[in-house]
């Protein structure tokens, strides 16, 4: 089963928006989630990662400081909150189940990859 993120759309530079993604769960085992984006003609990158284990996060530099992931155990969901937004922010953004207890920045260490959603920055 794939993980779809939504929350994606238009905001203007310096705005907020707040993708969610349903965690794994069920019969898969569940240590976290990984948030990437692909902008048009570049390589999908790692954004945040995070782990239910310890709640423990990590990002990519270019985020940092204005990106948050977080979990919420009861609905089973992970978020990014996304503030400060800037016209490079803009990408499709994909969620996806990290494999490893830890968090891991590759793509490799992530399955499940669903269709991802559509943030675009612009004035």
């Known amino acids: 089963v794939q993980l779809q993120a939504s929350g994606g759309g238009l905001v203007h530079p310096g705005g907020s928006l707040r993708l969610s993604c349903p965690a794994s769960g069920g019969t898969f085992r569940r240590y976290g989630t990984g948030w990437f984006r692909q902008a048009p003609g570049k390589s999908r990158e790692f954004v945040a990662g995070?782990?239910?284990?310890?709640?423990?996060?990590r990002y990519a530099d270019s985020v940092k400081g204005r990106f948050t992931i977080s979990g919420d155990n009861a609905k089973n969901m992970v978020y990014l909150q996304m503030n400060s937004l800037k016209p490079e922010d803009s990408a499709v953004y994909y969620c996806?189940?990290?494999?490893?207890?830890?968090?891991?920045?590759?793509?490799?260490?992530?399955?499940?990859w669903g269709p991802g959603t559509q943030v675009t920055v612009s004035s």
């Open positions: 995070f782990t239910w284990s310890d709640n423990g996060s």
């Open positions: 996806a189940n990290l494999k490893t207890p830890a968090v891991r920045t590759g793509a490799q260490w992530h399955d499940r």
